[in-house]
């Protein structure tokens, strides 16, 4: 749409310790540590007293859209295609993502947190505390396709406990 104005964002900081790209699986249970920048030092005051943040970073590996906006989830030929803005695919028209994480620790400029996807390098766009009483909606639906695919999941990483060696999981 050409009438629309473009917008202008700037990172807050740098994943510098984390998973590798794209993320294995397993990264819901690692660690990684974001710097943020000098200039937002005084913004994260407070924020030890969260347990959880959302962490809102830019998708700079992510390639433009594809020219069919539609998708299998995670290429997985047995689910229906969907809009892309229907799955958590890489490929969006705006490559951003946000992952809410669990707060381990801040030192100084250092967020220490687990639960984050986005690899090492990676620049973080804001911070923000995850707030039980606006960030959980109880009454949320999610469509059939999406339980089906959790079910794959799980099927999966049962097959991977039985068999270590087996490669699990795939990205979008």
């Known amino acids: 749409m050409a009438d629309q104005a473009e917008l202008s964002l700037r990172p807050i900081g740098r994943v510098i310790e984390g998973p590798s790209c794209p993320p294995e699986e397993g990264w819901e249970s690692r660690e990684a540590i974001i710097e943020i920048d000098a200039a937002w030092a005084g913004a994260l005051e407070g924020i030890e007293g969260f347990s959880h943040v959302w962490i809102l970073w830019w998708l700079d590996r992510s390639g433009p859209p594809p020219d069919d906006l539609r998708v299998h989830p995670e290429r997985r030929e047995e689910l229906p295609l969907v809009g892309i803005l229907a799955t958590r695919s890489p490929v969006r028209p705006n490559p951003l993502a946000m992952t809410a994480v669990a707060l381990l620790g801040r030192e100084g400029r250092l967020l220490r947190v687990r639960g984050l996807d986005a ?54």
């Open 119 to 172: 690899c090492q390098g990676t620049p973080v766009l804001d911070v923000k505390p995850y707030l039980r009483r606006g960030d959980l909606v109880p009454e949320a639906t999610m469509p059939p396709w999406l339980e089906q695919l959790w079910a794959a999941h799980d099927g999966e990483r049962l097959e991977a406990v039985q068999d270590p060696d087996r490669q699990v999981g795939g990205a979008q």
